[in-house]
């Protein structure tokens, strides 16, 4: 079946500028998480929607950062006023429910790179 | 609070040998762990969970881990290491209290022929 799917594969944005990263979790799956993964580093999380829930946005490292999960399935990720630190991989993923015992499922990831 | 250390950034091995990635978490509750892999220029796959049933975990690809509370390790082995191998693996833990995952910064496997 579909995996988790990203657009664009790769983004390349002026200093300055507002970006959108969409996913598209896998059918049914209820949880949804975005990543940053920047080179040399681990996997930081951003925010996580689950059903119709409160998102938990704890990890969003500044204002300019926001996420919405529309009809709870596609989800974007907005970067505003980008900065070049904002460079990095921006991982999606989804899982079948938000309990703990349930692991995740990837998509191939946004490469940004912010000029 | 919750964290995961992986030892050593870079592991290199020869083909046929055995591989041997480190996982140690800090958790305050039982945690769930999980081991993925992340081939070049691809996403992330898991490799197999740890969720409190059995400590001795088998995964894909001959991969195994077990896991130890005396030691807050979560180790990833496979007795024979292949080419194909070559990746890069991350340690995750996730307690049942919280939302978040807790990735470890990953190890790059080499596989020497």
């Known amino acids: 079946g579909a995996g988790v799917s990203q657009s664009p594969s790769n983004k390349v944005t002026e200093k300055g500028k507002d970006v959108e990263l969409r996913c598209d979790p896998i059918?049914?799956?209820?949880?949804l998480y975005w990543y940053r993964q920047s080179l040399g580093q681990g996997l930081e999380f951003l925010i996580y929607?689950?059903?119709?829930?409160?998102?938990?946005k704890s990890g969003l490292p500044s204002d300019r950062f926001s996420a919405e999960r529309t009809g709870g399935s596609v989800s974007t990720l907005t970067i505003q006023r980008t900065q070049q630190e904002d460079s990095a991989v921006y991982l999606c993923?989804?899982?079948?429910?938000?309990?703990?015992?349930?692991?995740?499922?990837f998509g191939p990831g946004t490469r940004l790179t912010v000029t | 609070a919750q964290s995961v250390t992986q030892l050593g950034s870079h592991v290199s091995v020869s083909e046929g040998a055995l591989v041997l990635l480190r996982c140690n978490y800090s958790?305050?509750?039982?945690?769930?762990l999980f081991w993925y892999v992340q081939y070049p220029n691809q996403g992330l796959q898991l490799l197999l969970k740890?969720?409190?049933?059995?400590?001795l975990v088998k995964g894909i690809n001959g991969f195994e881990a077990e896991f130890k509370k005396s030691e807050t390790s979560f180790h990833l082995t496979k007795p024979s290491a292949h080419m194909s191998d070559a990746a890069e693996y991350f340690c995750?833990?996730?307690?049942?209290?919280?939302?978040?995952?807790?990735f470890g910064t990953g190890t790059s496997l080499t596989v020497i022929p």
């Open positions: 993923a989804s899982s079948l429910s938000g309990l703990a015992g349930y692991e995740q499922y």
């Open positions: 059918s049914g799956h209820t949880a």
């Open positions: 929607f689950q059903g119709n829930s409160a998102p938990d």
């Open positions: 958790s305050s509750v039982p945690p769930y």
């Open positions: 740890y969720t409190s049933a059995a400590t």
């Open positions: 995750a833990v996730r307690s049942n209290t919280g939302n978040q995952f807790y």
